[in-house]
């Protein structure tokens, strides 16, 4: 047997083995790049990097709403050592249970190598102190964010609040946020959210096998953070501020639109509250508290309180009876108590004293024309239907009903009933005018809004069209509204028939009209006051809807103070002190009186 | 007989000693690269790894410098003294020993741990080549094969009482050098076909199956029947189809083998179902790809439950170490991540990178391109010793150097095969590169005892 040919044998099985494992080689590194990809998912950390909110100004830039840094202390259980926890807990103000349950919850989500948050949202200050000890405690670290401020205090539900993330918007964004993400929940951080948030950025780093992650050693180009776009609001800082102080002791609202804009230049919804409440640590213990308080405060009377828009409804009724020709500004209606009551001595109005008066039986017969005008002659019920199908597409054109495309969230639309409505309610053809005449004066199954109240004052103001109101006026400082509310909405009612009306509401703030008293001096406001009936024997709400100066409108307003009696003495002087405010940045000293009356008021008990 | 008086570095093979340089200041960047800590960037460090294996390079040149000024002679004179000494080792190191991992494989000396199963290699090769050279043994008849076996078998069983198998893995290297020397080509085929059917015996056992009157048994049985019914078919066909003449040694052939395949897939199934511990049954499983479905990264979709599944506890986790080496050898790519930069080797993501996973740091930084090359290298010198053991005129000298050829090669079979995932998860080193004074300075000598010996070949009759 010749064994020097074994050598080739041997010689062969090891080249074998050594292409076999080449081709193994390039199975694994050139072939597939599911192991490189595997590699990246293992070692590569994205640390997300929050970009501080844009911020919020006024309108004439003052800052509402800005950021603030805070520490949030975090631990990794499984990096920690023995150490003093009578000392750490004095110095962090918690206790060893805080830190036995944060540990707890590691273990039983199994992450107790990772970061888990314990104590939250220490301020700078606070933090200042602790920054100095930590060093000692081994396992533990501080991580910065920002939160919200609001140096004015105001404005607390128009701005709305910042807050983690729910379940259901972390589904609804998918991809967007991480769950530990924090998102506008409501008021302008909800509704410019997108424009706030900025762009999150990227830190690429590595993670190592236990966890740690190593800022600065992957090389990989990190994506900068982009801060969120500031805001130039519609707001007027010191109206707005002031709206809350006259409302102070008050369940109710105030609702500023510049007319011509659509700008809302207050919005007011009282009680109101400071928003720094909602900010930080403190934040869980005063939701609770706000969302417990009877009088309610978080919620936004302003967009979401609806109510029965009472005798303003008159003014709306007035256009529309001349809009659809059933009457003329001439047309007289016996004050006919029978039906229907009313006040003060009047008896044979014309269009423009009715309003003055707030004649309610005018305003029955107005309706009454309106809705009974013999499209069927035959049946009064089928009659009853098409006229009102015309009365609601009216009354429709005011944006009663809708959302008015406002940029604010969670606005309701109230309720303008039509045919469909009673048809539900009676039954078809089982109800008349007569069923249905308490809407004539505003009363009955009509809801509106305060914010739909001052839009009708912004038509009134108009004579006939409207921008729908928003709380934005330039995106970025120096830009521009969102492209809707550059378009003006028409009712394509004639200008003549809103002069009319204009000029008796006028009379309403003049010796004789209900809301003179509230008159400022050399302002023209022309108003219209409400006092809107209360089941249960409760004091009647207040209301009040107005515009000034009369020949070149700069604000328009409604306000509603809820159980406070009647709106020529409640509410007109809270609308009349905001226009002098607004128009002549003082309060006269004519006027100072009322303002104390306002002031002294305390209707919260009631 | 030629000048004695010639330069003691006269007829080196310079090229063997290149190969082993590269080799080992190779192995010392990827064990840099593996094992650097913050703040002690020096190479030479000796609180660190890198520095130690700096230090066992030291040792080892001058090692192996005074290993080339000797006469190769006295290696032949005192090799029965020399595998005397290194199994005198492997006792102390039962008894005195460290246990590290439950094997008491290291003798505790200073800061140092001395290895002896890798010392022991050397003197197997001298006694085996002085015991061949010797006896003209061709292992033809059982007497040599039983001092052979001898000769192998004591510092193995020693081994095996650390217990560490995976150096006694390495010691199947003596088989080539028994087949070279004359031990006849069946043993590697029933070795080949051993591990075949092995491995089928494994798989099969692996598995539960419902029979009929037995109820859930292992899935060998299956295996074992359909051998059984394959050796009656073979049994008629013979029957038929041989001629008379030759039918009675066939059908003798037939029955042992039956017998033989059939004991041995059942006790390879039984071995590997009873026997061994838990741990070690997990790695025949995971290596053969049974179990590797369970604890597979799971990427897909889902991005941080992969890291989380990496980054879970992983001591009772034998795929972990697999899955992970696998990882870095692929995410080298073609051209590697660049020296240094080999995200899972800087991440501790693979246990043992700087020993036994050295090969996956060398694949992750320096890719396909330098894992090629090493493993070409690697080849290129095994059949380099290979054609300088067949260039001996002494007989010594060439079985020492198919000794020293196997040993390499099935250091490199089975510690490469092990990180690419075609091998199973044994902790053996990968000589020269991988960190470790007792390898390096155990495989150092272990070469260039042969390259002293390589280097007096014409000067020693035939």
Redesign the interface.
């Known amino acids: 047997m010749n064994l020097d040919a074994r050598r080739i044998t041997i010689i062969v099985i090891v080249c074998f083995i050594g292409i076999t494992y080449v081709i193994r080689l390039f199975i694994l590194q050139v072939a597939s790049g599911k192991l490189a990809d595997d590699a990246r998912a293992l070692t590569e950390e994205e640390i997300p990097m929050y970009p501080p909110r844009g911020v919020i100004y006024d309108r004439k830039g003052v800052p509402l709403v800005t950021n603030q840094t805070v520490y949030n202390l975090m631990v990794v259980p499984k990096k920690v050592k023995p150490f003093d926890t009578a000392a750490f807990c004095k110095l962090l103000t918690i206790t060893k249970a805080d830190i036995d349950k944060t540990f707890q919850r590691a273990k039983d989500r199994g992450e107790f190598h990772k970061p888990q948050l314990l104590v939250e949202q220490i301020t700078p200050s606070d933090y200042a102190a602790i920054s100095e000890q930590l060093y000692k405690y081994t396992g533990f670290f501080a991580e910065s964010r920002t939160l919200r401020v609001y140096p004015q205090g105001i404005g607390a539900l128009f701005l709305g609040d910042v807050g983690k993330i729910s379940p259901k918007e972390y589904e609804q964004r998918k991809g967007d946020y991480t769950k530990q993400e924090y998102i506008g929940k409501s008021g302008i951080e909800k509704a410019y959210e997108n424009e706030l948030r900025g762009v999150k950025g990227i830190n690429y780093a590595f993670r190592d096998n236990r966890g740690n992650i190593k800022e600065g050693a992957n090389d990989k180009q990190d994506k900068p953070a982009v801060k969120g776009t500031d805001l130039i609001c519609t707001i007027d800082a010191e109206l707005q501020r002031y709206g809350e102080k006259l409302m102070q002791n008050k369940r109710g609202c105030i609702v500023a639109i510049e007319p011509k804009t659509g700008e809302i230049l207050a919005l007011v919804s009282a009680p109101t509250y400071d928003p720094n409440l909602l900010v930080g640590r403190i934040r869980g213990h005063n939701f609770n508290v706000l969302n417990n308080d009877p009088q309610k405060p978080l919620f936004n009377r302003a967009t979401q309180a609806q109510y029965r828009p009472g005798s303003i409804f008159k003014l709306a009724q007035s256009i529309v009876a001349l809009g659809t020709g059933a009457i003329t500004p001439q047309t007289r209606i016996v004050c006919n108590r029978g039906i229907i009551g009313c006040h003060g001595s009047h008896s044979n109005d014309d269009l423009e004293m009715a309003i003055v008066h707030s004649c309610n039986p005018y305003f029955r017969g107005v309706m009454q024309r309106v809705v009974e005008a013999d499209r069927d002659p035959s049946n009064r019920f089928r009659d009853a239907r098409l006229g009102l199908s015309v009365w609601q597409d009216y009354i429709k054109r005011f944006g009663f009903g809708s959302d008015l495309h406002t940029d604010l969230p969670g606005v309701k639309t109230g309720l303008v009933p039509g045919v469909e409505f009673y048809d539900k309610w009676y039954g078809k053809e089982q109800w008349a005018f007569s069923t249905i005449y308490s809407l004539s004066i505003g009363e009955g199954e009509m809801q509106v809004t305060p914010l739909q109240m001052a839009n009708m004052a912004c038509i009134l103001a108009n004579k006939g069209w409207y921008v729908p109101p928003h709380s934005v006026k330039q995106i970025g400082v120096g830009g521009r509204p969102r492209d809707e509310f550059l378009v003006k909405y028409d009712l394509n009612i004639p200008t003549d028939y809103f002069t009319t009306v204009v000029n008796a509401m006028e009379k309403v703030l003049q010796p004789g009209g209900t809301a003179w008293r509230a008159a400022p001096k050399d302002i023209v406001v022309c108003g219209k006051t409400g006092t809107v009936q209360n089941a249960g024997g409760k004091e009647d709400h207040a209301v009040f809807v107005c515009f000034a100066p009369k020949d070149d409108p700069k604000i328009a307003l409604a306000v509603y103070t809820e159980n406070a009696g009647f709106g020529g003495t409640w509410s007109a002087p809270v609308a009349t002190l905001l226009i002098e405010k607004y128009l002549n940045d003082s309060i006269a000293e004519s006027s100072k009186a009322r303002e104390k009356t306002i002031l002294d008021a305390n209707f919260l008990d009631r | 007989m030629s000048n004695n008086r010639t330069h003691p570095l006269a007829n080196v093979d310079w090229l063997s000693v290149l190969i082993y340089v590269i080799l080992v200041i190779f192995g010392w960047m990827n064990i840099y690269s593996a094992a650097v800590v913050e703040g002690h960037p020096n190479p030479c460090d000796i609180s660190q790894e890198y520095g130690k294996q700096f230090l066992y390079m030291v040792i080892s040149f001058f090692l192996c410098l005074m290993v080339l000024y000797m006469e190769g002679g006295f290696f032949n004179k005192f090799a029965p003294f020399l595998y005397g000494l290194f199994t005198l080792l492997l006792v102390l190191v039962l008894i005195i020993g460290k246990e590290v991992h439950g094997n008491k494989a290291w003798i505790q000396i200073g800061g140092f741990a001395l290895q002896p199963a890798e010392f022991a290699k050397i003197g197997i090769g001298l006694l085996l080549a002085k015991y061949i050279a010797n006896t003209k043994a061709k292992f033809n008849n059982w007497e040599t094969r039983l001092w052979a076996g001898v000769i192998i078998g004591i510092p193995a069983a020693l081994i095996l009482l650390q217990p560490d198998v995976g150096s006694l893995l390495t010691f199947v290297a003596f088989i080539?050098v028994l087949?070279?020397?004359?031990l006849s080509?069946n043993v590697?085929i029933i070795g080949l076909g051993g591990i075949v059917f092995g491995v089928t015996s494994v798989i099969a056992g692996h598995g539960r199956l419902n029979y009929p009157i037995f109820g859930e048994q292992s899935g060998v049985y299956l295996l074992m029947f359909i051998v059984f019914l394959i050796a009656i078919v073979l049994l008629v066909f013979s029957l038929n189809f041989v001629v008379p003449r030759s039918r009675k040694k066939v059908l003798w052939v037939l029955a042992i083998s039956t017998v033989a395949v059939l004991m041995f897939s059942f006790s390879v199934s039984f071995l590997v179902d009873k026997v061994l511990k838990p741990h070690q049954k997990s790695r025949i499983y995971v290596t053969l790809g049974l179990e590797e479905k369970e604890s597979e990264?799971e990427?897909e979709g889902n991005?941080e439950s992969?890291?989380e599944a990496?980054?879970?506890e992983k001591d009772d986790d034998p795929g972990y170490n697999a899955r992970m080496a696998?990882?870095?050898?692929?995410?080298?790519?073609?051209l590697g991540q660049g020296f240094m930069q080999g995200?899972?080797t800087?991440?501790?993501?693979v246990p043992e990178r700087w020993t036994d996973f050295i090969f996956s740091v060398v694949?992750e930084e320096w890719?396909?391109v330098g894992?090629?090359l090493l493993?070409?290298l690697?080849?290129f010198f095994?059949?380099k010793l290979?054609?300088m053991a067949?260039r001996q005129r002494s007989q010594f000298s060439r079985v020492y150097g198919y000794c020293v050829a196997s040993i390499f090669?099935m250091h490199?079979?089975i510690n490469?095969?092990m990180v690419?995932?075609?091998a199973p998860i044994i902790g053996i080193p990968l000589p020269f590169l991988s960190y470790g004074g007792s390898s390096l300075i155990g495989f150092s000598l272990l070469l260039f005892i042969f390259i002293r010996l390589d280097a007096e070949r014409l000067s020693i009759f035939k």
């Open positions: 080539f087949y070279r020397e004359g080509g590697l990264v990427t991005e992969a890291a990496a980054i879970v696998k990882i870095a050898v692929g995410n080298g790519g073609f995200p899972m800087k991440n501790k993501y694949a890719g396909f894992s090629v493993v070409g690697y080849v095994i059949v290979i054609n067949e090669f490199f079979l490469v095969g690419i995932g075609l």
